[in-house]
């Protein structure tokens, strides 16, 4: 079986003696594989992914390679399945980092994520910041300039290039690629956008909303009478946040055994691994403003709101019927609209119409 323990400190304070033990068990941590030999545990994250992955081989009755889930705490274990795929894992394998290759992939990872957040901003407020920093991060992302050295400085020019872009865009802000939450309380999350070209948009952002505690929760949803209290609004317009056990989830989440997200690295895979929970909504903005958010103004004990990656899209723009009206209509034949219906008083009529089996419109002066 495999165990876990922690300690305050990798090695004895000073002023403890050689030898001291700090190391506690933790009692709720235990993986057993029905009485077979374990060894070797691997652990790891991926880039861009705050929970771990635990790997590890059982080899008493046949070798057999497996991996599970952890929290961003390394504990909590789900999912434990096979290792399956083209590879050959060996058990207790590790690839060795130089520091400057492990900063190189923290550099990367950060470009990955705020490249994300400067492309939606370049299509509604282009500046020539933000194309030079796309531009630089596609550079650097792409291709190999025949040295690490090299890399490593095109991928640095990449982020500090994508970080001017955000801080010459005051409407909008660079995310820290952490999960946002509120837990067992009200709130009113808000971002006013002004500048904006008048036009339709779509406002997209990933979350859930749970109901109270798993227990309260599951018992809302599946007695029919659970309350969506999370809003997502932008200016007039609003809906319900999903809800945790929105049927778009079903196909990777289960009741029994329980596997729905239960902290923000749950969160953080559903939404950037699983691409699960997308709330969207299209307004139209007159006035260039726009403002967008998350609230919650009704208390459930336990209750939960999670959310990340706010996306902003530009449809453009639609010519209003109100900027074209007849003039002068002559014949005999009668004129209707587009619906079918006569138009009796044709001389009052603004808009577009049908007459001689064609459509006449024509712009004002």
Same mark, same amino acid.
């Given at each position: ?155 640095? !020019? %990449?982020? &500090? /290039?994508?970080?001017?872009?955000? @801080?010459?865009?005051? =409407?909008?802000?660079? +995310? $820290? ?38 227990? !309260? %929760?599951? &018992? /809302?949803?599946?007695?029919?009478? @659970?309350?969506?209290? =999370?809003?997502?609004? +932008? $200016? ?130």
């Amino acid at each position: 079986a495999l165990s876990r323990a922690t300690a305050p400190y990798l090695v004895p304070a000073g002023d403890k003696t050689t030898g001291a033990c700090q190391w506690v068990r933790d009692p709720d941590f235990g993986i057993d594989e029905s009485g077979q030999s374990i060894e070797a545990p691997s652990q790891f994250r991926y880039i861009g992914s705050k929970r771990w992955q635990l790997g590890y081989q059982k080899y008493s009755n046949g070798y057999n390679y497996r991996i599970m889930d952890l929290d961003e705490h390394g504990a909590n274990p789900a999912n434990r399945r096979d290792i399956s795929g083209d590879l050959a894992p060996q058990h207790g394998s590790f690839v060795k980092l130089t520091e400057a290759e492990y900063r190189y992939l923290e550099t990367w990872e950060q470009v990955v994520t705020l490249l994300d957040k400067v492309k939606p901003i370049h299509e509604v407020l282009p500046t020539d910041e933000s194309r030079t920093a796309i531009e630089k991060a596609g550079h650097a992302l792409a291709d190999d300039l025949g040295s690490f050295a090299a890399n490593a400085a095109a991928m640095q !020019e %990449a982020l &500090a /290039a994508l970080e001017k872009a955000l @801080e010459k865009t005051p =409407a909008f802000t660079a +995310a $820290n690629g952490y999960v946002a939450e509120y837990y067992n309380t009200n709130f009113d999350f808000s971002q006013t956008l002004t500048g904006l070209p008048d036009g339709d948009y779509e406002v997209t952002v990933q979350g859930f909303y749970r109901m109270g505690g798993i227990n !309260e %929760a599951t &018992a /809302a949803h599946n007695g029919g009478t @659970e309350e969506l209290n =999370a809003i997502f609004y +932008a $200016n007039s317009v609003e809906t319900p946040m999903l809800s945790l056990y929105d049927g778009s989830a079903s196909g990777d989440y289960t009741m029994s055994p329980y596997n729905y997200p239960d902290n923000v690295g749950g969160a953080d895979e559903a939404f950037n691994r699983k691409h699960l929970y997308v709330n969207t909504i299209r307004l139209s903005v007159s006035g260039g403003t726009l403002k967008i958010g998350i609230r919650k103004d009704k208390h459930v004990g336990a209750d939960w709101c999670c959310f990340d990656n706010f996306t902003l899209r530009y449809l453009g723009r639609t010519d209003a019927v109100t900027a074209i009206r007849i003039d002068g209509v002559k014949g005999t034949e009668r004129c209707s609209s587009l619906k079918g219906m006569y138009i009796s008083e044709i001389d009052n009529y603004h808009g577009v119409y049908i007459q001689n089996g064609q459509k006449k419109i024509k712009k004002l002066n």
